[in-house]
């Protein structure tokens, strides 16, 4: 029985899949995925559809599933019109990779569409208190929120402010290299409300932007912030198929595993 944790997939259902092979993911297994399965590639519906009925998968939404919620939720009021093409989300979300994955939920019939995004707004924004053995994490999409939470929060329950913040922006803690796009804020206070070994895990930012890619061109899981950050977006959503790299990470021992074209 082992807890993993994956992110940003942007439609590579196929890869998700090989991973899934690769571990050897079993009903006993928990699997924690952090955020945009959609998006990009051309299968993030299909793993939707995948997931949504497992309970030993644990999904965090990201920015690219909120565009898909936000959006959907407008067709069924603007009838999926020209009305909603022209609206700033829309365009936004196109702009963003979101063609495949409109192009395949509107495919789908009014009771999965409505399932996908029940599912969605019952998705976690953190997982703050997750302890897998003798070691503490806190699960995001991106980030962590502002102010101190001992329990998950869902999507439906979290403030806008929130829900932006935490899939969105790349604030981290020890300085790190990304974290100089802000401001330069004190974590301390806020840090210090969980456990001192408390390993941030995210995705939202490909980890080539903290180390660089490896000789064969493709990213890594990413250890920092002198051991408290952990970044596992390995480049799914790369744009040559060279480059692309789905990272997987074992909670219970930190074990990394990896799997690509």
Request: hydrophobic share 35%; with cysteine; net charge negative.
């Amino acid at each position: 029985m082992s807890t993993y944790v994956m992110s940003d997939f942007h439609g590579r259902h196929d890869l998700f899949l090989k991973m899934l092979e690769k571990i050897s993911f079993c009903d006993e297994d928990t699997l924690y995925i952090l955020g945009d399965v959609a998006d990009r590639g051309p299968d993030g519906i299909k793993t939707f559809l995948y997931i949504m009925d497992k309970p030993n998968i644990i999904y965090l939404i990201g920015n690219h599933d909120i565009f898909l919620l936000d959006c959907a939720r407008k067709a069924l009021v603007k009838g999926g019109g020209i009305r909603l093409f022209h609206t700033q989300e829309f365009l936004l979300w196109m702009y963003n990779g979101g063609d495949p994955t409109w192009e395949q939920y509107s495919r789908l019939d009014r009771i999965q569409q409505r399932k996908i995004l029940a599912y969605l707004a019952n998705s976690y924004v953190i997982i703050p208190n997750l302890k897998v053995g003798d070691r503490n994490y806190y699960l995001c999409h991106a980030t962590h929120a502002d102010t101190p939470y001992q329990e998950p929060v869902k999507y439906k329950d979290a403030d806008p402010e929130m829900r932006n913040h935490v899939v969105w922006d790349r604030v981290y803690p020890r300085y790190t290299r990304m974290s100089m796009e802000f401001d330069h804020i004190s974590y301390d206070e806020l840090y210090n409300k969980y456990p001192k070994n408390t390993k941030m895990i995210f995705g939202h930012t490909p980890t080539i932007l903290f180390k660089g890619p490896e000789r064969d061109g493709r990213g890594r899981i990413w250890h920092g912030g002198h051991g408290h950050l952990i970044d596992i977006d390995c480049g799914c959503a790369a744009r040559s198929k060279e480059n692309v790299m789905l990272g997987c990470l074992r909670l219970d021992d930190l074990a990394e595993f990896y799997t690509h074209y």
